[in-house]
T-cell receptor
């Protein structure tokens, strides 16, 4: 099983600023995913971070607001730009078991709890 | 498009009783189905999955789930609930043309009372 860490674990930010969240996997993975979760609610996929190519964004999410980097097969960052209180949420990164594949479950990081004032 | 429905926001059971958390899905094609659990202030943990084969799959912590293609369901079950099973449970589905992306249900909060 993969171990995924995220930094920071939580942050309180001012409106209009940006925050970069880091996600580190202890093994090489082809795909990494970024999700947003309101506490106690479902997960919404923001984007798929692909190594060596641009991230693939889901409907309703754009690169200017959520730029993603994927410099290697174990690391990714998600930036929440020009934040507003509506961006307050838990941000999760995940990676598939076995590093890739359509049939594999995902391992999740512990999440980053973001509060925007 | 793929979707998942968890019709119950909350399930309450007494310790020692069997529990069922319901999940139905809608996909075009063969579904890959997953259950995850989220304990308070912790990340999601994988419980079990159905890819193909036997309709009854067994997973972690004594949980099992039954894939029913005709009813498009994948209900999570456990014969005897523990207080420590109290958590938020998510059903998820993916399909082979979707690059491994999963769609998650809204979640069901399971409360097991002593």
């Amino acid at each position: 099983s993969a171990v995924i860490s995220q930094k920071p674990s939580r942050d309180i930010c001012q409106r209009g600023t940006s925050l970069t969240i880091q996600c580190q996997v202890d093994s090489q993975v082809t795909m990494m995913f970024w999700y947003r979760q309101q506490p106690g609610q479902s997960l919404t996929l923001i984007a798929t971070a692909n190594q060596g190519s641009e991230a693939t964004y889901e409907s309703g999410f754009v690169i200017d607001k959520f730029p993603i980097s994927r410099p290697n097969l174990t690391f990714s960052t998600l930036t929440v730009s020009n934040m507003s209180p509506e961006d307050s949420s838990i941000y999760l990164c995940s990676a598939p078991a076995g590093g890739s594949g359509l049939y594999n479950e995902q391992f999740f990081g512990p999440g980053t709890r973001l509060t925007v004032l | 498009a793929q979707s998942v429905a968890q019709p119950e926001d909350q399930v309450n059971v007494a310790e020692g009783n069997p529990l069922t958390v319901k999940c139905t899905y809608s996909v075009s094609g063969n579904p890959y189905l997953f259950w995850y659990v989220q304990y308070p202030n912790r990340g999601l943990q994988f419980l079990l999955k159905y890819i193909t084969g036997d309709n009854l799959v067994k997973g972690s912590y004594g949980f099992e789930a039954e894939f029913n293609k005709s009813q498009t369901s994948f209900h999570l079950k456990k014969p005897s609930a523990l207080v420590s099973d109290s958590a938020l449970y998510f059903c998820a589905v993916s399909i082979n043309t979707n690059a491994g992306k999963s769609t998650f249900g809204d979640g069901t909060t399971l409360t097991v009372k002593p």
